[in-house]
């Protein structure tokens, strides 16, 4: 994410806390996000600088009218009309990251072989929730080559306790000839 992103986010973040509107902006800049982020003909469009910015805004109330907060609708047309429609999607996933700080949300990813299950799930969040002193976003990936085990990471740390890890390691390990032949 860019500076513009993150300093229309962070202007978008302040003007929703200032108006109560933070729960639902949150959600429509999740849409915002995913929407132009899966639609590639959108995309394309918002970078085009053929089409007039009349055209596009026209074609994102289209969208999103009845869907979104008007706060937000509003927002998108000052995005709009001050050129920088083609950041739309870096400005709402920096508003979701900005929300997560001020919530003090942080997002683990933890990867296992089958997926967790509730109880797992339960104790993976309170062990997160205990040592951060934050709430905890939980995404599950599921990879079959890691055979068992999990990589857990959240932020910048990662720890990669999978058996596939240990594998190759282990590989690695009998791979290397410490015999030295002596004549």
Not at 55 to 74: C, H, M, P, T, V
Not at 78 to 93: F, H, K, N
Not at 132 to 144: F, T
Request: charged fraction near 30%; aromatic fraction near 8%.
């Amino acid at each position: 994410m860019g500076k513009l992103a993150t300093r229309y986010a962070k202007s978008l973040l302040d003007f929703t806390i200032e108006k109560s509107l933070v729960e639902k902006v949150y959600a429509d800049m999740k849409l915002v996000y995913s929407t132009c982020k899966e639609n590639h003909e959108l995309h394309v469009l918002l970078k085009s600088p053929i089409v007039d910015t009349h055209k596009k805004f026209s074609i994102l109330s289209a969208i999103f009218s009845g869907k979104i907060e008007s706060a937000s609708l509003d927002f998108m047309k000052i995005v709009t009309y001050s050129g920088r429609e083609m950041y739309l999607e870096a400005i709402a996933e920096a508003y979701q990251e900005q929300y997560k700080k001020h919530k003090k949300i942080i997002t683990a990813i933890v990867t296992t072989a089958n997926g967790l299950d509730e109880e797992l799930r339960v104790n993976v969040q309170d062990i997160l929730k205990k040592s951060s002193g934050a709430e905890i976003e939980l995404i599950e990936k599921q990879n079959p080559g890691l055979i068992g085990g999990f990589i857990l990471r959240v932020g910048d740390k990662q720890d990669d306790s999978s058996i596939a890890k240990k594998l190759k390691s282990l590989y690695r390990t009998f791979n290397e000839n410490p015999y030295v032949k002596e004549f």
